[in-house]
């Protein structure tokens, strides 16, 4: 919205300051910051008196307990007000005739509602358990074929796949890219999924995350800045560094309410649409596979429940006291606190290798 002001500069010059993607980037991170803090505890007292709290005893792993217990009725569904706030701040700056901006609001607002109805099912059933692993999977897949089959009908953009550190090869999928962005859709949103289990530490390795990507869009959208790097150019994805800032502003003030210890949870409202909104983002940059490394966090704690499940599975064994990897730790010792904080650490040193690799390519 406040994009459009920059039309009336010749009238008040001062305008033209909302043309620049950098101003309204910073702005809209100050925004949802600010519409988090300041909102936040009327949506946590909103969720209280609707008794939507956290169940928050594991039947899978009962020596979870101990350090579960004191999580019990916390509310959740915070994501509700996270994304509520990342969606209206992209409304006041960003440039919403940018069709990157337009799908990357529909994947945010798409995955919302899944992870609404998968946490309402999860309250009102008494079993308490949320929709069907294949229900969630197939509207994830219909969004990232959506998705897939724009990037590969789209003319600014291409089916090819970059690779980190190497500048000469390109692997073209063709019309195979449709599934592989349906992958990534799947992966980033249920990898962030698993990663929240501790007071802060998804929204904290979200954040980073999002950061990184803000410019590294903004480079991508720069012919001058994308040509000196070597990375795809692709005209009009700088706007996505608003949407990213915007990411930034919401997580730090979700983080203000959410650090240890946790007076509200995101539930998966949060987790699914920031992560498939984190994944979607870097398909749209052109940068499906430096996500691998940049969300290294979320990979690993994702490998930890394949890994886990596909020894049980075949070899009878467990390979984890029980994952995903940030409740095995907990069980070998270590303390909320200390795996919070190096989880975080492990994600700014990704983030600076990702910010590296631009340059040795």
């Known amino acids: 919205m406040f994009y459009y002001l920059a039309e009336f500069r010749d009238i008040f010059s001062s305008l033209n300051i909302f043309r620049y993607i950098t101003f309204r980037a910073g702005m809209a991170g100050v925004t949802t910051f600010l519409l988090c803090v300041v909102f936040g505890p009327y949506f946590i007292n909103k969720l209280k008196k609707m008794k939507i709290r956290e169940i928050a005893k594991r039947e899978d792993c009962p020596d979870l307990d101990q350090f579960q217990n004191a999580k019990e009725g916390t509310p959740t569904m915070g994501g509700v007000f996270i ?8 409304l006041l700056w960003a440039d919403l005739s940018n069709r990157y901006v337009l799908l990357t609001m529909g994947t945010c607002f798409w995955l919302a509602i ?9 309250l009102t059933r008494t079993a308490r358990r949320g929709l069907s692993m294949k229900t969630k999977l197939i509207w994830q897949i219909l969004l990232g074929c959506f ?5 590969f009908f789209n003319p600014d953009t291409s089916t090819q796949l970059t690779f980190p550190f190497v500048k000469s090869f390109i692997l073209n999928l063709g019309i195979l890219y449709i599934p592989f962005v349906a992958l990534i859709v799947i992966g980033t949103s249920n990898a962030v999924n698993l990663t929240d ?9 979200v954040l980073i995350v999002s950061l990184t990507l803000a410019i590294v869009s903004y480079i991508t959208g720069h012919f001058l800045f994308s040509q000196y790097l070597f990375i795809p150019f692709v005209s009009g994805a700088g706007e996505l560094a608003v949407f990213c800032t915007a990411m930034v502003g919401a997580s730090l003030g979700f983080l203000w309410f959410n650090c240890h210890p946790a007076s509200v949870f995101m539930g998966d409202v949060g987790s699914l ?20 490394i940049l969300g290294g966090v979320f990979v690993i704690e994702a490998l930890s429940v394949i890994l886990q499940v ?23 010792g270590w303390k909320e606190s200390k795996i919070i904080i190096r989880f975080w650490i492990l994600a700014i040193i990704l983030a600076m290798i990702t910010l590296t690799m631009l340059k040795i390519r």
Request: with cysteine; glycine share 14%.
């Open 147 to 151: 998705i897939g089959t724009y990037v």
């Open 273 to 292: 649409s920031l992560g498939g909104t984190l994944g979607v983002i870097a398909v749209l940059i052109k940068q499906e596979l430096m996500l691998v």
């Open 310 to 332: 596909a020894s049980v599975k075949f070899r009878g064994k467990r390979i984890f006291k029980v994952s995903p990897l940030h409740h095995h730790l907990q069980l070998s």
């Open 83 to 90: 994304v509520g706030s990342i969606l209206l701040s992209v």
């Open 114 to 122: 899944l992870g609404w109805v998968d946490d309402y099912v999860k």
């Open 197 to 205: 289990g501790l007071d802060g530490l998804a929204i904290g390795c």
